[in-house]
């Protein structure tokens, strides 16, 4: 009797103790899921093999890029890639992978109808439970805000251009080593000509509108440049005023062509302006001048622009509405 009594105490002692298990093991379950589903929802992220093709995405990777799973699986990440993202920042991305490493960085991407947004992304190595590495593991967030934020912090808000702050730090990363060693740039100098007799004779309303449409002329010279060749790198700016800059990376030559270029556009706009003496219509003066990136100039941002502003000083001397380079003025101008 004994026996049999110690043996039910037993059994129900661990029945109890099993439910009880069963029913942890329940609640963690639960809990995993609803952890995994806030995931699914709210947190940006892919897994690719080896090779970069994605293997899972998670619902909000779908609902940011506007694509489906099915969609996204068996794809790079290409698929979402904006075209204008420089080869350098995936060549970067490889590289710091397969050394092991976990890589971070900003992106530019593109939805599936065809808008931009931006994402700050951690990469790292995925393994299975033996520790071999099998993929990658991608977590994004959403700064799309925080850029336009910043953008338009860097934009002059008349004329759309860059303004003189964007101007400073991308000169700086210019001639910082990010860029090949021995790469050679161009800066363009811009102002436009009699501008403030424009504006005592036609009035503020219209030399707004005259800064605008010069910009137009600038923006579109950029397009083209960059369109002929990517590692142009061109930018435009309003530095202030009515005075603009064009940086890019290119030769002598073809940084006279893009000045004399942004002359004739502004020139063809046929803009009156009675008090422009010779001319009759809105015209610039242009001052350029063409360098080579090196460790001897990486701290010589206001010398470079001191003898661009030089060679504009002598287009504005010698009749206006023409180009200047410091290239072919180097026995009137000081360089360094």
């Not at 699914?40 to 909000?60: E, F, P, Q």
């Not at 590289?95 to 065809?114: A, H, I, P, V």
């Not at 600038?218 to 590692?231: F, M, Q, T, V, Y």
């Not at 008090?275 to 941002?301: A, K, P, Q, W």
Request: hydrophobic fraction near 35%.
């Amino acid at each position: 009797m004994f026996f049999v009594t110690a043996l039910i105490v037993v059994v129900v002692y661990w029945n109890r103790r099993l439910s009880a298990e069963i029913e942890t093991r329940k609640t963690a379950n639960h809990l995993a899921q609803s952890y995994l589903e806030i995931i699914n929802r709210y947190v940006i992220t892919s897994r690719t093999d080896l090779n970069g093709i994605i293997i899972d995405v998670s619902k909000a990777f779908c609902d940011i890029s506007g694509y489906s799973r099915d969609e996204l699986i068996g794809h790079r990440h290409g698929v979402i890639r904006h075209p204008q993202t420089d080869n350098k920042v995936y060549q970067e991305l490889w590289e710091t992978l397969g050394q092991g490493r976990s890589w971070t960085g900003e992106m530019c991407n593109r939805r599936k109808d065809g808008t931009t947004y931006w994402v700050s992304a951690t990469i790292a190595a995925d393994y299975d439970q033996h520790g071999k590495k099998i993929g990658y593991i991608a977590v994004h967030q959403d700064i799309t805000d925080h850029r336009i934020v910043r953008e338009l912090s860097l934009r002059d808000p008349l004329t759309g251009l860059y303004n003189r702050r964007h101007f400073n730090e991308l000169f700086d990363k210019f001639l910082s080593c990010k860029l090949h060693y021995e790469s050679q740039a161009g800066l363009i100098l811009v102002d436009i000509d009699h501008f403030k007799k424009f504006n005592d004779t036609y009035g503020h309303q219209k030399g707004d509108t005259a800064l605008a449409q010069v910009a137009f002329c600038l923006e579109e010279i950029c397009i083209r440049l960059n369109k002929e060749a990517p590692s142009a790198q061109a930018h435009a700016f309003r530095l202030g005023g009515e005075e603009f800059a064009l940086l890019a990376l290119l030769d002598e030559k073809k940084t006279e062509d893009a000045a004399e270029m942004i002359r004739q556009q502004v020139f063809d706009l046929q803009l009156e302006h009675v008090n422009n003496e010779d001319f009759g219509v809105m015209t610039c003066s242009l001052g350029s001048y063409s360098f080579r990136v090196n460790s001897e100039h990486s701290n010589e941002v206001d010398e470079l622009f001191r003898i661009a502003d030089q060679a504009l000083y002598r287009a504005k001397e010698q009749g206006r509405n023409q180009c200047q380079s410091a290239n072919n003025q180097t026995a009137d101008i000081e360089l360094f």
